[in-house]
């Protein structure tokens, strides 16, 4: 079945970066840039992103940054350096996404995320609308989504859906926010905390204004103290403040030959107030999850201004400290060229580009960008509603599809029983789940971001599940008025059931769904993509 994106933007309107500055192909890399004095000028010529193993084999240290703005574009080309480089090379990464929230290779949305609040997406920060509507006065050019975020109030910042290649916790990313990646090899003297050590490092020296490589321009405080805590975070403290803030979270990717460590740097996120909304799941009571969990922590801005002039500035002295240490520990005696081993990367202009440029990195948009990564490669979980009018369903999921909705409710007219409420419990199973029990419609895949109709889909689960026991005794079990269960019973249930469910259900047809027990499932899994049938 072809789905059309409602959460994520579609390949054929795929942006590029808010930046206009250059607009040549990505493979074309030589691009000078003086950002440091001991910088010598790039010859003429260019290297091809397609000779990286080559270059990186004999060049020594190379540092990469990013123009692009597209998470997906961005961590497909991080992808890129770590399989297509030298083993024996090191590399630095640098770059800045739009709004999105990332999760961790093994996490689940569901769980780690508010998926109706990212859909709904964030207010424009009034810098950016400002600097937008410059842009456009001045005829740049910007890619617009494609049909996504169907309940997305108009003018609002759509947020996108990331899930990246390697483990970790679930993150958001904006403007104030530095993505940096550090790909070593994978020896022995490769710690976790290593280049976050250096990454604090480099901030300390930002507190030292006789530093030659500050802006002039980035007056201001000094950055408050840092450190590396125990689960190695970048936390840090304000004067005359006891607690601790996260500022910087890692995730790491270990292959047999690569070490790859990319970290975050929340120096002056517009949006840090609605990251806890973004993060805080409506399901998290409900959902016993198989992956992986992230763990929550209180975060700061290291220095927040509402300019975006200065927030550049600031970026680009911490950007240049940490290039800086980075030299320091890998290039002795070497010295930095730029577009030879320190590149500028730009945007291609459309994904067509992309794709003719280099389809290696193109197939790996595709791949990010897609709702079997995104939400297919989700664990195993359950989800227990809760009793809701008497009423309460257990869903089994796995790869982001139902595998099995259990369901309890009370028996027709046993409410006047004087010894207490007589419940049914039900099972419908789907898929692979349902093949392996021998039923009819092993063929059917309900996927949890495509239901429109979860009342519906109740009432059809009930009935199939009525259907699936060939009017045999449905299991039940009595409740004593203390709210206990008791011995368990048979009564026989006979319902009629007309076919043709798929295409709808009709009034009398299976169970009342509890409008409250609808809106909580509605909650945890917003309709995100849409089917074919429905454009």
């Known amino acids: 079945m072809r789905v059309a994106p409602r959460l994520l933007s579609t390949l054929a309107k795929w942006r590029t970066c808010s930046q206009s500055t250059f607009s040549i192909p990505l493979v074309s890399l030589a691009q000078r840039r003086a950002v440091h004095e001991r910088a010598q000028p790039a010859p003429s010529a260019s290297w091809n992103l397609e000779e990286l193993w080559r270059v990186s084999k004999a060049s020594g240290p190379l540092v990469f940054h990013l123009a692009s703005d597209d998470p997906y574009l961005n961590l497909s080309i991080e ?14 990464l640098f770059y800045t996404n739009r709004p999105c929230v990332v999760i961790g290779r093994n996490q689940n949305p569901w769980l780690e995320t508010d998926l109706k609040r990212i859909q709904e997406g964030l207010d424009p920060d009034e810098q950016e609308v400002s600097e937008a509507r410059g842009r456009a006065a001045a005829g740049e050019q910007r890619w617009t989504p494609g049909r996504h975020l169907r309940d997305r109030p108009a003018g609002t910042v759509p947020v996108d859906l990331v899930r990246r290649r390697s483990g970790g916790g679930t993150v958001f990313h904006d403007a104030g926010n530095l993505n940096y990646s550090i790909i070593v090899p994978n020896t022995r003297s490769f710690t976790r905390s290593k280049h976050a050590e250096m990454v604090v490092q480099s901030l300390r020296t930002l507190n030292t204004p006789a530093h030659k490589w500050l802006s002039s321009e980035s007056q201001r405080s000094d950055f408050p103290e840092v450190r ?3 689960r190695n975070d970048i936390v840090m403290q304000r004067p005359n403040e006891a607690e601790w803030l996260k500022v910087s979270g890692s995730a790491y990717k270990l292959t047999r030959g690569r070490a790859l460590h990319h970290g975050t740097l929340l120096y002056s996120s517009p949006y840090i107030h609605r990251i806890s909304d973004l993060l805080r799941s409506p399901g998290r009571d409900f959902i016993t999850a198989h992956g992986v969990e992230s763990v929550r922590s209180k975060v700061g801005n290291l ?15 911490i950007t240049e400290a940490i290039v800086h240490q980075f030299w320091t520990m890998y290039g002795t005696g070497q010295l930095r060229k ?18 003719e440029q280099n389809p290696w990195l193109a197939q790996g948009v595709q791949e ?5 990564w995104i939400f297919e490669q989700t664990p195993k979980f359950d989800f227990r509603s809760g009793m809701l009018d008497n009423h309460e369903v257990v869903l089994h999921a796995d790869k982001g599809a139902i595998r099995s909705i259990g369901w309890k409710s009370p028996v027709p007219g046993s409410a006047d029983n004087p010894d207490g409420l007589v419940w049914r419990q039900r099972r419908k199973d789907f898929g692979k789940t ?3 029990h021998g039923a009819r ?3 059917e895949n309900v996927k949890l971001y495509q239901v429109q109709d979860w009342q519906a889909l109740l009432r059809e689960a009930t009935s199939s599940a009525e259907r699936q026991t060939h009017e045999k005794p449905t299991e039940c079990v009595k409740q004593g008025k203390d709210g206990s269960e008791q011995t368990s019973v048979s009564v026989s249930v006979s319902v009629s059931v007309s076919e043709g469910l798929s295409e709808g259900v009709s ?10 027990l609808v809106q909580r499932l509605k909650a945890v899994f917003p309709l995100l993509y849409r089917t074919s049938k429905e454009e």
């Open 79 to 92: 992808h890129y350096l770590l399989t297509k480089s030298s083993p024996e090379s090191h590399i630095l």
């Open 228 to 230: 590396v805590n125990e």
């Open 303 to 317: 220095a927040y201004t509402a300019s975006r002039h200065m927030r550049n500035n600031i970026r680009k002295d």
């Open 338 to 355: 730029p577009g030879i081993n320190e590149i500028i990367l730009s945007a291609p202009a459309s994904f067509e580009d992309l794709e």
């Open 368 to 372: 990010l960008v897609s709702p079997s």
């Open 434 to 436: 349902a093949a392996h």
């Open 441 to 443: 419609d092993s063929d």
């Open 507 to 516: 009034e009398d047809v299976g169970e009342c769904v509890p409008d409250m």
